[in-house]
Protein backbone atom coordinates (compact mmCIF):
# COMPACT_ATOMS: atom_id res chain seq x y z
CA UNK A 1 0.00 0.00 0.00
CA UNK A 2 3.11 2.47 0.87
CA UNK A 3 5.12 1.71 -2.20
CA UNK A 4 1.95 2.43 -4.68
CA UNK A 5 1.29 5.43 -2.48
CA UNK A 6 4.90 6.33 -3.24
CA UNK A 7 4.68 5.35 -6.74
CA UNK A 8 1.30 7.70 -7.20
CA UNK A 9 2.82 11.47 -5.53
CA UNK A 10 6.17 10.20 -7.55
CA UNK A 11 4.00 10.11 -11.27
CA UNK A 12 2.00 13.59 -9.95
CA UNK A 13 5.40 14.66 -9.41
CA UNK A 14 7.09 13.98 -12.88
CA UNK A 15 3.80 15.47 -14.15
CA UNK A 16 3.81 18.58 -12.22
CA UNK A 17 7.41 19.04 -13.35
CA UNK A 18 6.47 18.31 -16.96
CA UNK A 19 3.23 20.75 -16.94
CA UNK A 20 6.22 23.63 -14.59
CA UNK A 21 8.72 23.35 -17.37
CA UNK A 22 5.99 23.77 -20.83
CA UNK A 23 4.91 26.55 -19.31
CA UNK A 24 8.30 28.09 -18.48
CA UNK A 25 9.17 26.88 -22.42
CA UNK A 26 6.00 28.82 -23.60
CA UNK A 27 7.18 31.68 -21.06
CA UNK A 28 10.16 32.01 -22.88
CA UNK A 29 9.12 31.66 -26.70
CA UNK A 30 6.41 34.29 -26.40
CA UNK A 31 9.23 36.52 -24.55
CA UNK A 32 11.53 35.69 -27.29
CA UNK A 33 8.91 36.53 -29.80
CA UNK A 34 8.26 39.77 -28.68
CA UNK A 35 12.29 40.86 -27.95
CA UNK A 36 12.71 42.54 -31.28
CA UNK A 37 16.23 43.25 -32.13
CA UNK A 38 18.06 46.75 -31.19
CA UNK A 39 18.91 48.33 -34.35
CA UNK A 40 21.10 51.11 -34.42
CA UNK A 41 19.79 54.14 -34.17
CA UNK A 42 19.29 56.34 -37.97
CA UNK A 43 19.22 52.49 -39.69
CA UNK A 44 16.46 51.77 -41.61
CA UNK A 45 15.58 49.03 -39.29
CA UNK A 46 15.26 51.29 -36.45
CA UNK A 47 13.30 53.57 -38.88
CA UNK A 48 11.09 51.25 -40.43
CA UNK A 49 10.66 49.19 -37.00
CA UNK A 50 8.96 52.26 -35.62
CA UNK A 51 6.93 53.17 -38.92
CA UNK A 52 5.20 49.24 -38.33
CA UNK A 53 4.70 49.88 -34.77
CA UNK A 54 3.02 52.86 -35.51
CA UNK A 55 1.02 51.60 -38.37
CA UNK A 56 0.31 48.47 -35.51
CA UNK A 57 -1.52 51.03 -33.61
CA UNK A 58 -3.07 53.55 -35.81
CA UNK A 59 -3.38 52.68 -39.48
CA UNK A 60 -7.09 51.95 -40.49
CA UNK A 61 -5.99 48.52 -42.63
CA UNK A 62 -3.39 47.47 -39.99
CA UNK A 63 -5.36 44.26 -39.91
CA UNK A 64 -3.58 44.05 -43.29
CA UNK A 65 -0.01 44.65 -42.28
CA UNK A 66 2.72 41.92 -42.98
CA UNK A 67 4.04 39.82 -40.61
CA UNK A 68 7.44 39.77 -41.82
CA UNK A 69 8.28 42.63 -44.11
CA UNK A 70 11.74 43.62 -45.33
CA UNK A 71 13.21 45.82 -42.85
CA UNK A 72 16.45 47.03 -44.50
CA UNK A 73 14.70 49.18 -47.29
CA UNK A 74 14.62 52.83 -47.66
CA UNK A 75 11.67 54.41 -45.44
CA UNK A 76 9.09 56.13 -48.19
CA UNK A 77 9.82 52.40 -49.43
CA UNK A 78 9.21 50.89 -46.52
CA UNK A 79 5.63 52.32 -46.45
CA UNK A 80 4.55 51.92 -49.91
CA UNK A 81 5.19 48.26 -49.46
CA UNK A 82 3.32 47.40 -46.67
CA UNK A 83 0.59 49.83 -47.10
CA UNK A 84 -2.58 48.42 -47.90
CA UNK A 85 -3.81 47.93 -51.73
CA UNK A 86 -7.22 50.38 -51.33
CA UNK A 87 -4.04 53.17 -49.57
CA UNK A 88 -3.50 55.89 -52.36
CA UNK A 89 -2.49 58.36 -49.78
CA UNK A 90 -0.80 58.07 -46.92
CA UNK A 91 2.87 59.58 -47.03
CA UNK A 92 5.65 60.38 -45.23
CA UNK A 93 8.20 63.61 -44.92
CA UNK A 94 11.40 63.94 -43.56
CA UNK A 95 10.63 67.95 -42.27
CA UNK A 96 14.50 68.99 -42.57
CA UNK A 97 14.79 67.34 -46.13
CA UNK A 98 12.83 69.66 -48.80
CA UNK A 99 13.36 66.41 -51.36
CA UNK A 100 10.94 64.24 -49.42
CA UNK A 101 7.80 66.92 -50.16
CA UNK A 102 6.47 66.33 -53.48
CA UNK A 103 6.99 69.35 -55.18
CA UNK A 104 4.10 71.32 -56.23
CA UNK A 105 4.31 74.41 -58.93
CA UNK A 106 2.19 77.00 -57.03
CA UNK A 107 4.22 76.34 -54.02
CA UNK A 108 7.49 77.36 -55.99
CA UNK A 109 6.70 79.77 -58.71
CA UNK A 110 2.80 80.90 -57.42
CA UNK A 111 1.25 79.14 -60.42
CA UNK A 112 -0.40 75.62 -61.61
CA UNK A 113 -1.03 74.76 -65.45
CA UNK A 114 -3.05 72.08 -67.60
CA UNK A 115 -1.12 70.14 -70.71
CA UNK A 116 -3.98 69.30 -73.23
CA UNK A 117 -3.91 68.16 -76.86
CA UNK A 118 -6.26 71.00 -78.85
CA UNK A 119 -8.33 69.24 -81.18
CA UNK A 120 -7.99 71.42 -83.84
CA UNK A 121 -4.67 71.86 -84.84
CA UNK A 122 -3.31 68.78 -83.44
CA UNK A 123 -0.82 70.69 -81.17
CA UNK A 124 0.40 70.37 -77.25
CA UNK A 125 -0.33 73.78 -75.38
CA UNK A 126 -0.39 74.30 -71.81
CA UNK A 127 -3.18 76.15 -69.95
CA UNK A 128 -2.06 78.57 -67.53
CA UNK A 129 -4.81 77.88 -64.84
CA UNK A 130 -4.11 79.85 -61.67
CA UNK A 131 -1.47 82.35 -60.58
CA UNK A 132 -1.28 83.52 -56.85
CA UNK A 133 -0.92 87.24 -56.11
CA UNK A 134 2.21 88.70 -55.62
CA UNK A 135 4.23 85.49 -56.88
CA UNK A 136 7.57 85.11 -58.85
CA UNK A 137 4.89 83.67 -61.57
CA UNK A 138 2.14 87.07 -61.43
CA UNK A 139 5.40 89.25 -60.72
CA UNK A 140 6.58 88.27 -64.30
CA UNK A 141 3.44 88.30 -66.08
CA UNK A 142 1.91 85.31 -66.21
CA UNK A 143 -2.01 84.72 -65.53
CA UNK A 144 -5.01 82.68 -65.77
CA UNK A 145 -5.59 81.79 -69.47
CA UNK A 146 -2.01 82.18 -70.58
CA UNK A 147 -0.93 79.50 -73.35
CA UNK A 148 2.23 77.52 -72.84
CA UNK A 149 4.33 75.86 -75.97
CA UNK A 150 7.40 75.50 -74.54
CA UNK A 151 8.92 74.19 -71.50
CA UNK A 152 12.85 75.73 -71.21
CA UNK A 153 13.02 75.68 -75.17
CA UNK A 154 11.22 72.45 -76.00
CA UNK A 155 7.88 72.71 -77.68
CA UNK A 156 4.97 70.70 -76.11
CA UNK A 157 4.25 67.07 -77.66
CA UNK A 158 2.27 64.34 -76.36
CA UNK A 159 5.64 62.51 -75.48
CA UNK A 160 7.28 64.20 -73.44
CA UNK A 161 4.36 66.72 -72.00
CA UNK A 162 5.43 64.65 -68.19
CA UNK A 163 8.67 64.48 -68.69
CA UNK A 164 8.98 68.66 -68.79
CA UNK A 165 6.36 69.13 -66.28
CA UNK A 166 8.69 66.64 -63.91
CA UNK A 167 12.04 69.26 -65.13
CA UNK A 168 9.60 72.18 -63.98
CA UNK A 169 9.06 70.89 -60.76
CA UNK A 170 12.38 69.48 -60.12
CA UNK A 171 14.27 72.64 -60.87
CA UNK A 172 14.65 76.24 -58.86
CA UNK A 173 13.44 78.16 -62.03
CA UNK A 174 12.01 77.46 -65.64
CA UNK A 175 11.66 79.46 -68.75
CA UNK A 176 8.12 79.11 -70.08
CA UNK A 177 7.61 80.11 -73.99
CA UNK A 178 4.30 81.66 -74.07
CA UNK A 179 2.03 82.17 -77.19
CA UNK A 180 -1.33 82.95 -78.72
CA UNK A 181 -3.71 81.66 -81.26
CA UNK A 182 -4.19 83.21 -84.60
CA UNK A 183 -6.96 81.54 -86.36
CA UNK A 184 -6.60 77.91 -86.11
CA UNK A 185 -2.73 78.30 -85.86
CA UNK A 186 -0.17 78.46 -83.14
CA UNK A 187 2.08 81.93 -82.51
CA UNK A 188 5.21 82.46 -79.90
CA UNK A 189 4.69 85.37 -78.31
CA UNK A 190 7.26 85.90 -75.24
CA UNK A 191 9.31 84.01 -73.28
CA UNK A 192 8.63 83.85 -69.17
CA UNK A 193 11.55 83.12 -67.01
CA UNK A 194 10.16 81.97 -63.17
CA UNK A 195 12.47 81.35 -60.31
CA UNK A 196 10.93 80.07 -56.59
CA UNK A 197 10.13 82.48 -54.22
CA UNK A 198 7.84 83.21 -51.31
CA UNK A 199 4.33 82.30 -51.68
CA UNK A 200 2.35 84.25 -49.26
CA UNK A 201 -1.05 82.84 -48.42
CA UNK A 202 -3.96 83.71 -50.74
CA UNK A 203 -6.88 86.29 -50.38
CA UNK A 204 -10.43 84.53 -51.21
CA UNK A 205 -12.37 85.75 -54.53
CA UNK A 206 -15.59 87.04 -53.66
CA UNK A 207 -18.68 88.86 -55.87
CA UNK A 208 -22.31 89.04 -56.26
CA UNK A 209 -23.37 88.27 -59.56
CA UNK A 210 -26.75 89.63 -60.63
CA UNK A 211 -28.81 87.30 -63.05
CA UNK A 212 -32.18 87.51 -63.88
CA UNK A 213 -33.84 89.65 -60.11
CA UNK A 214 -31.17 86.97 -58.63
CA UNK A 215 -28.14 88.10 -56.18
CA UNK A 216 -25.71 85.14 -56.25
CA UNK A 217 -23.27 85.21 -54.34
CA UNK A 218 -19.33 83.58 -55.27
CA UNK A 219 -16.64 82.72 -53.08
CA UNK A 220 -13.15 80.51 -54.39
CA UNK A 221 -10.75 79.87 -52.31
CA UNK A 222 -7.66 77.52 -52.54
CA UNK A 223 -7.49 75.28 -49.36
CA UNK A 224 -8.45 75.20 -46.05
CA UNK A 225 -5.95 76.74 -43.83
CA UNK A 226 -6.23 77.25 -40.07
CA UNK A 227 -7.90 80.59 -39.92
CA UNK A 228 -10.05 80.16 -42.97
CA UNK A 229 -13.62 80.25 -41.44
CA UNK A 230 -13.06 83.47 -39.05
CA UNK A 231 -11.33 85.40 -42.30
CA UNK A 232 -14.52 84.48 -44.41
CA UNK A 233 -16.76 85.81 -41.83
CA UNK A 234 -17.02 89.66 -43.04
CA UNK A 235 -17.68 88.16 -46.76
CA UNK A 236 -20.01 86.07 -45.46
CA UNK A 237 -22.02 88.85 -43.71
CA UNK A 238 -21.92 91.15 -46.71
CA UNK A 239 -23.46 87.98 -48.88
CA UNK A 240 -26.21 88.01 -45.51
CA UNK A 241 -26.59 92.07 -46.03
CA UNK A 242 -27.09 92.05 -49.95
CA UNK A 243 -29.52 89.20 -49.71
CA UNK A 244 -28.50 86.69 -51.75
CA UNK A 245 -30.39 84.09 -53.26
CA UNK A 246 -28.04 81.47 -53.86
CA UNK A 247 -24.37 80.66 -53.24
CA UNK A 248 -21.94 79.04 -55.87
CA UNK A 249 -18.81 77.93 -53.97
CA UNK A 250 -15.86 77.33 -56.15
CA UNK A 251 -13.73 74.64 -55.03
CA UNK A 252 -12.41 73.76 -58.52
CA UNK A 253 -8.37 73.49 -57.22
CA UNK A 254 -8.98 72.63 -53.56
CA UNK A 255 -7.22 70.19 -52.25
CA UNK A 256 -8.52 70.36 -48.61
CA UNK A 257 -6.92 70.95 -45.39
CA UNK A 258 -8.52 70.94 -41.77
CA UNK A 259 -11.62 69.56 -41.02
CA UNK A 260 -11.88 72.11 -38.44
CA UNK A 261 -11.66 75.01 -41.02
CA UNK A 262 -14.28 73.17 -43.40
CA UNK A 263 -16.84 72.94 -40.15
CA UNK A 264 -16.54 76.67 -39.67
CA UNK A 265 -17.97 77.48 -43.17
CA UNK A 266 -21.15 75.09 -43.14
CA UNK A 267 -21.44 76.96 -39.89
CA UNK A 268 -21.90 79.68 -41.85
CA UNK A 269 -23.94 77.46 -44.66
CA UNK A 270 -26.10 75.53 -43.85
CA UNK A 271 -29.50 76.05 -42.50
CA UNK A 272 -31.26 75.68 -39.09
CA UNK A 273 -27.82 74.11 -37.40
CA UNK A 274 -26.48 74.33 -33.76
CA UNK A 275 -23.48 74.12 -31.99
CA UNK A 276 -25.07 70.23 -31.31
CA UNK A 277 -25.82 69.45 -35.05
CA UNK A 278 -24.44 66.63 -35.98
CA UNK A 279 -21.24 66.92 -38.43
CA UNK A 280 -19.06 64.20 -38.67
CA UNK A 281 -18.04 60.59 -37.66
CA UNK A 282 -14.85 59.06 -38.39
CA UNK A 283 -14.12 55.33 -38.38
CA UNK A 284 -10.97 53.86 -37.59
CA UNK A 285 -9.60 50.53 -36.39
CA UNK A 286 -10.03 48.63 -33.29
CA UNK A 287 -7.99 50.92 -31.27
CA UNK A 288 -9.31 53.81 -32.78
CA UNK A 289 -13.08 52.95 -32.65
CA UNK A 290 -15.69 55.44 -33.83
CA UNK A 291 -15.92 58.78 -32.91
CA UNK A 292 -18.49 61.37 -33.40
CA UNK A 293 -18.60 65.32 -33.80
CA UNK A 294 -21.04 68.03 -33.41
CA UNK A 295 -20.16 70.85 -35.79
CA UNK A 296 -19.63 72.97 -33.45
CA UNK A 297 -16.84 71.10 -31.67
CA UNK A 298 -15.21 70.76 -34.79
CA UNK A 299 -15.57 74.26 -35.71
CA UNK A 300 -14.17 75.65 -32.73
CA UNK A 301 -11.41 72.68 -31.61
CA UNK A 302 -9.00 74.76 -31.49
CA UNK A 303 -10.64 77.43 -29.26
CA UNK A 304 -9.74 80.34 -32.71
CA UNK A 305 -13.42 81.03 -33.46
CA UNK A 306 -16.33 81.76 -31.84
CA UNK A 307 -19.53 79.64 -33.26
CA UNK A 308 -21.82 81.97 -32.25
CA UNK A 309 -19.74 84.95 -34.40
CA UNK A 310 -20.05 82.48 -37.51
CA UNK A 311 -24.19 81.74 -36.83
CA UNK A 312 -24.25 85.60 -36.94
CA UNK A 313 -23.02 85.37 -40.60
CA UNK A 314 -25.34 82.06 -41.06
CA UNK A 315 -26.76 82.75 -44.91
CA UNK A 316 -30.03 80.07 -43.82
CA UNK A 317 -29.85 79.27 -47.62
CA UNK A 318 -31.76 76.12 -48.31
CA UNK A 319 -29.47 74.92 -51.65
CA UNK A 320 -25.60 75.62 -52.47
CA UNK A 321 -23.74 75.04 -55.56
CA UNK A 322 -20.25 73.52 -55.58
CA UNK A 323 -18.13 73.93 -58.29
CA UNK A 324 -15.58 71.01 -58.60
CA UNK A 325 -12.66 68.76 -60.65
CA UNK A 326 -10.73 65.69 -60.55
CA UNK A 327 -8.37 68.05 -58.07
CA UNK A 328 -11.06 68.67 -55.70
CA UNK A 329 -9.86 67.10 -52.66
CA UNK A 330 -10.29 65.88 -48.88
CA UNK A 331 -11.58 69.17 -46.96
CA UNK A 332 -13.32 70.16 -50.09
CA UNK A 333 -15.09 66.97 -50.56
CA UNK A 334 -15.79 67.21 -46.57
CA UNK A 335 -17.80 70.58 -47.34
CA UNK A 336 -19.67 68.50 -50.73
CA UNK A 337 -20.30 65.49 -48.68
CA UNK A 338 -21.45 66.77 -44.90
CA UNK A 339 -23.46 69.72 -46.00
CA UNK A 340 -25.98 67.16 -47.88
CA UNK A 341 -28.21 66.13 -44.83
CA UNK A 342 -28.68 69.26 -44.34
CA UNK A 343 -29.73 71.44 -47.92
CA UNK A 344 -29.51 70.65 -50.87
CA UNK A 345 -25.99 70.51 -52.72
CA UNK A 346 -25.54 70.63 -56.42
CA UNK A 347 -21.82 69.54 -57.78
CA UNK A 348 -20.93 70.84 -60.91
CA UNK A 349 -18.15 70.07 -62.68
CA UNK A 350 -15.87 66.99 -63.10
CA UNK A 351 -15.71 64.27 -60.48
CA UNK A 352 -13.65 64.64 -57.35
CA UNK A 353 -10.46 62.62 -56.55
CA UNK A 354 -12.44 60.75 -53.78
CA UNK A 355 -10.60 61.37 -50.23
CA UNK A 356 -13.00 59.97 -47.78
CA UNK A 357 -10.18 59.50 -45.02
CA UNK A 358 -8.75 61.67 -42.28
CA UNK A 359 -5.02 61.58 -40.73
CA UNK A 360 -3.25 63.45 -38.03
CA UNK A 361 0.32 63.47 -37.54
CA UNK A 362 2.24 60.57 -35.84
CA UNK A 363 5.66 61.44 -35.28
CA UNK A 364 8.30 59.44 -32.74
CA UNK A 365 7.26 60.82 -29.34
CA UNK A 366 9.80 59.26 -27.77
CA UNK A 367 12.62 60.98 -25.47
CA UNK A 368 15.17 61.52 -27.04
CA UNK A 369 13.84 61.12 -30.19
CA UNK A 370 15.04 58.27 -32.36
CA UNK A 371 13.18 58.73 -35.70
CA UNK A 372 13.25 62.32 -37.46
CA UNK A 373 10.28 61.10 -39.98
CA UNK A 374 7.12 62.17 -39.64
CA UNK A 375 4.11 60.20 -40.90
CA UNK A 376 0.33 60.89 -42.38
CA UNK A 377 -1.00 57.32 -42.70
CA UNK A 378 -4.76 56.57 -43.22
CA UNK A 379 -6.39 56.73 -39.97
CA UNK A 380 -10.23 57.22 -40.03
CA UNK A 381 -12.70 56.53 -42.93
CA UNK A 382 -15.58 59.84 -43.12
CA UNK A 383 -19.08 59.33 -42.96
CA UNK A 384 -21.76 63.10 -42.79
CA UNK A 385 -24.61 63.13 -40.05
CA UNK A 386 -26.51 60.40 -42.33
CA UNK A 387 -24.06 57.68 -41.99
CA UNK A 388 -23.35 58.60 -45.66
CA UNK A 389 -19.50 57.96 -47.04
CA UNK A 390 -17.79 55.82 -48.73
CA UNK A 391 -16.57 58.47 -51.81
CA UNK A 392 -13.11 56.93 -52.96
CA UNK A 393 -14.01 56.37 -56.18
CA UNK A 394 -14.80 60.17 -56.30
CA UNK A 395 -18.09 62.29 -55.59
CA UNK A 396 -19.83 62.28 -59.29
CA UNK A 397 -21.14 65.80 -60.72
CA UNK A 398 -25.00 66.14 -60.50
CA UNK A 399 -24.17 68.42 -63.39
CA UNK A 400 -21.10 67.17 -65.86
CA UNK A 401 -19.16 70.09 -67.14
CA UNK A 402 -15.45 70.64 -68.42
CA UNK A 403 -13.93 73.62 -67.35
CA UNK A 404 -12.02 73.44 -70.51
CA UNK A 405 -15.09 73.62 -72.47
CA UNK A 406 -14.49 77.11 -73.35
CA UNK A 407 -11.12 79.16 -74.01
CA UNK A 408 -9.08 80.69 -72.94
CA UNK A 409 -10.07 80.72 -69.40
CA UNK A 410 -11.39 83.60 -67.91
CA UNK A 411 -11.19 85.08 -64.14
CA UNK A 412 -12.67 83.95 -61.33
CA UNK A 413 -16.22 84.38 -60.68
CA UNK A 414 -17.07 85.22 -64.52
CA UNK A 415 -20.18 84.74 -65.49
CA UNK A 416 -19.07 82.83 -68.91
CA UNK A 417 -16.98 80.74 -67.43
CA UNK A 418 -18.17 76.82 -67.98
CA UNK A 419 -18.53 75.95 -64.26
CA UNK A 420 -20.28 79.39 -62.97
CA UNK A 421 -22.27 79.31 -66.55
CA UNK A 422 -24.16 75.95 -65.29
CA UNK A 423 -24.70 77.50 -62.34
CA UNK A 424 -26.27 80.56 -63.29
CA UNK A 425 -28.54 78.44 -65.86
CA UNK A 426 -29.40 76.10 -63.24
CA UNK A 427 -30.52 79.13 -60.82
CA UNK A 428 -32.16 81.03 -63.36
CA UNK A 429 -32.50 79.44 -66.46
CA UNK A 430 -30.76 82.04 -68.64
CA UNK A 431 -27.16 83.63 -67.73
CA UNK A 432 -25.72 86.92 -68.80
CA UNK A 433 -22.70 87.52 -70.76
CA UNK A 434 -20.07 89.53 -68.97
CA UNK A 435 -18.42 92.61 -70.30
CA UNK A 436 -14.59 91.08 -69.38
CA UNK A 437 -15.40 87.98 -71.06
CA UNK A 438 -16.38 89.21 -73.93
CA UNK A 439 -12.90 91.66 -74.22
CA UNK A 440 -11.12 88.30 -73.53
CA UNK A 441 -12.75 86.36 -75.92
CA UNK A 442 -9.51 85.27 -79.00
CA UNK A 443 -10.15 84.64 -82.71
CA UNK A 444 -10.06 81.19 -84.32
CA UNK A 445 -11.38 78.01 -82.86
CA UNK A 446 -10.02 76.51 -79.68
CA UNK A 447 -11.03 72.91 -79.17
CA UNK A 448 -9.64 70.98 -75.58
CA UNK A 449 -9.06 67.71 -76.06
CA UNK A 450 -7.04 65.04 -74.24
CA UNK A 451 -5.59 66.03 -70.71
CA UNK A 452 -2.23 65.20 -70.57
CA UNK A 453 -0.90 66.53 -67.56
CA UNK A 454 -2.37 68.57 -64.46
CA UNK A 455 -0.05 70.07 -61.78
CA UNK A 456 -3.45 70.87 -59.45
CA UNK A 457 -3.98 67.03 -59.41
CA UNK A 458 -0.14 66.32 -58.55
CA UNK A 459 -1.48 69.00 -55.64
CA UNK A 460 -4.50 67.22 -54.30
CA UNK A 461 -2.73 63.62 -54.73
CA UNK A 462 -0.51 64.64 -51.47
CA UNK A 463 -3.11 66.57 -49.79
CA UNK A 464 -5.04 65.41 -46.55
CA UNK A 465 -8.21 65.52 -44.38
CA UNK A 466 -6.65 66.79 -41.37
CA UNK A 467 -7.87 65.89 -37.82
CA UNK A 468 -7.06 66.13 -34.32
CA UNK A 469 -6.38 62.76 -31.80
Keep these: ?30 KDKNNKPDYPIGTNENINTWILDSLKRYYYWN ?38 YTPNAKGKYGFDYSAIKELNTGEVIGIVTLVFSDSPASRNGLKRGDYIRKINGKQLTETNAAALQTELLSADNVTLGLAEQVGNSWSDTRSVEVGIGVILDQRETSRIIESEGKKIGYLSFHSFNPGLASSLKNVFANFKSNGISDLVLDLRYNSGGQVSEAAGLCAMIAPGISFASQFITYKGNKNGGVRNETLGSTATFDRTVNFNSLLES ?29 MQVTLIGDKTIGKDE ?9 TPKQVLWEMHPIIYKLFNASGNGN ?79
Design 1 to 30: MGRKLHIAKRSCLNWMCLVLCLAITQVSCK
Design 63 to 100: ESLPAMPNFSIAPKDFLNAVRNGSDRFSYMILPNDPTS
Design 314 to 342: NLGLSRVYILGTGATASAAEVMINNLKPY
Design 358 to 366: ASFLISDMR
Design 391 to 469: YSAGIIPDIPVNEFASLPLLPFGEANDPLVKAAITSITGKVKSSVSSLKTAGPGSLTAGILLTNTHMLSAQKSMVITHR
